[in-house]
């Protein structure tokens, strides 16, 4: 399984900025999506993550700014961050729990800048 991730930027703060990421490969399915984050010197955190059947969730600093959203038939998942801080800063991850010939196996993508200037 591979991961495509893609969208991130430069964006003033207030602004938004939109996040894809795209599963391929063959003989498998998808449990789980989620968006990590980390800055230099910081642990990587989870942001957003969303499950096979849709349920969400959020770290609390990104509550009621960023959405995720996925499209099984595309097996993409979309992060959208609106309102975006400074501190929102930082190379972003997807990494998918997928189900592959009946073992559970983690896989991330590539990460993707995005930097939030004041």
């Known amino acids: 399984v591979q991961l495509q991730a893609s969208g991130g930027g430069l964006v003033q703060a207030g602004g938004s900025l939109g996040l894809s990421c795209v599963a391929s490969?063959?003989?498998?399915?998808?449990?789980?999506i989620g968006w990590y984050r980390q800055t230099p010197g910081k642990q990587r955190e989870l942001a957003a993550v969303?499950?096979?059947?849709?349920?969400?969730g959020y770290v609390d600093s990104v509550k009621g700014r960023f959405t995720i959203s996925r499209d099984n038939a595309k097996n993409t998942v979309y992060l959208q961050m609106n309102s975006l801080k400074p501190e929102d800063t930082a190379v972003y991850y997807c990494?998918?729990?997928?189900?592959?010939?009946?073992?559970?196996?983690?896989?991330w993508g590539r990460g993707t800048q995005v930097t939030v200037s004041s």
């Open positions: 490969g063959s003989a498998f399915s998808i449990n789980a």
């Open positions: 990494n998918a729990n997928v189900m592959e010939r009946g073992t559970n196996r983690d896989y």
């Open positions: 969303i499950n096979s059947v849709g349920d969400t």
